[in-house]
């Protein structure tokens, strides 16, 4: 009798860490890369560190000419200081979500100002999965932009 009880407790015990362990392992907007600004051509390749504008080159994509205009994932707003001190990675365009247009949530489709809906409806769908801070600025901008 004793020995059921103990174990009911140890159970229950298991169950409470196993929800707050998934709890804690929520998916949030980091898993998106989301990165917020307030710059006019943020999330570019103009006002990436990595683009060379008097190349038109991008120090991690060799073999390809690229634009201001451009974008892609690995970017990171800065100004271009190419060190030779630096051995800089090197992808293939598809490795990083190259692409040749405008990106940032105002020319995003999920972008509902002032929320990104694909946030949203990930929370309400997959309560279980996700816990997506939805407010977003127009010039931010994350790795799920798709064109309007
Ligand atoms: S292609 Fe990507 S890493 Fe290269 S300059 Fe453009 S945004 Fe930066
Ligand atoms: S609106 Fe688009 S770019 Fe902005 S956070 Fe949502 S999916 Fe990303």
Redesign the pocket.
């Known amino acids: 009798m004793r020995e059921g009880v103990e174990a009911r407790k140890w159970l229950a015990r298991r169950q409470l860490e196993w929800r707050l362990r998934r709890k804690a392992m929520k998916i949030k907007r980091d898993a998106f890369l989301y990165y917020d600004s307030t710059l006019p051509q943020f999330?570019?390749?103009g006002t990436?560190?990595?683009?060379n504008a008097r190349q038109n080159r991008?120090?991690?994509?060799p073999g390809i000419m690229?634009e201001a205009s451009?974008?892609?994932?690995?970017?990171?707003q800065g100004a271009f200081n190419l060190s030779r001190d630096i051995t800089y990675p090197k992808f293939k365009?598809e490795e990083?979500g190259?692409v040749k247009r405008k990106v940032r949530c105002e020319n995003c489709d999920h972008y509902s100002e002032p929320k990104c809906m694909l946030f949203e409806m990930l929370n309400t769908t997959f309560p279980r999965y996700f816990d997506l801070d939805i407010n977003v600025r127009p010039r931010g901008c994350c790795n799920a932009q798709v064109p309007k």
Do not use: M
Not at 70 to 76: E, K, L, N, Q, V
């Open positions: 999330a570019q390749c990436c560190w990595l683009f991008c120090a991690v994509i690229v451009d974008s892609c994932g690995y970017y990171a365009p990083v190259f």
